[in-house]
């Protein structure tokens, strides 16, 4: 299997299929996962680039009694990530006005793609859920192509549950369509799983 090398940066890619992607990440033993998840990032040459603002990062450890913080329903099974293992995941960061609240803040968070890509379902439509019972779906061809994020900070700070955190679906300003009527349910406040729809 090709892989990155074990300092990537945010330059390096090194194209690989999809699935290849997502099982060189959910077949890894455990034991290895934290230190191979950083080389196996990287995106498909037939991918729209995204700006990262940080690379991949080695996967921490769950430590005893960490907290869950999102579920990703994977072609192989469940995979729970804290809150660490997120941000160690390539970073993305773009400022927008966040409609609901009228407020604009310069989030940071992980693209949907790259979610998806780590639970092995890339490509598909989502179906994200909040823990509030609310869910909607993301149709592909949105979050393959623009870089739609699940957001874990908003100005440097973790999200407040006043700010719709910890986990919160954010939209780029472009393109404009993206901010229309039609995609004023992708903004998934509370987010708590991900999962391909079947």
């Known amino acids: 299997m090709r892989t990155r090398p074990a300092n990537p940066t945010i330059g ?24 191979a998840a950083a080389q196996t990032w990287g995106s498909p040459a037939s991918w729209k680039p995204f700006t990262y603002a940080r690379a991949a990062q080695p996967t921490p450890a769950r430590k005893p009694g960490e907290k869950t ?17 997120l941000q ?18 310069t989030y940071q968070g992980v693209t949907l793609r790259d979610l998806a890509a780590r639970g092995g379902f890339a490509g598909k439509d989502l179906r994200v859920y909040a823990a509030n019972g609310y869910f909607t779906t993301i149709r592909a061809d ?3 192509n623009e870089p739609i994020m699940l957001a874990y900070s908003a100005d440097g700070q973790p999200i407040t549950t006043l700010q719709k955190g910890p986990l919160t679906v954010v939209l780029p300003a472009q393109p404009a369509r993206l901010n229309g009527p039609e995609y004023g349910a992708a903004w998934v406040w509370y987010v708590e799983r991900i999962a391909p729809l079947k």
């Open 12 to 35: 390096d890619v090194t194209p690989l299929h999809p699935a290849r992607v997502a099982l060189s990440v959910l077949l890894l033993h455990p034991a290895l996962l934290h230190t």
């Open 69 to 85: 913080l999102l579920a990703l329903d994977g072609t192989t099974g469940t995979l729970k990530l804290t809150l660490r293992q």
């Open 88 to 105: 160690a995941m390539p970073a993305i960061r773009y400022t927008v006005l966040h409609r609901q609240l009228k407020q604009t803040f």
């Open 142 to 144: 949105d979050y393959m």
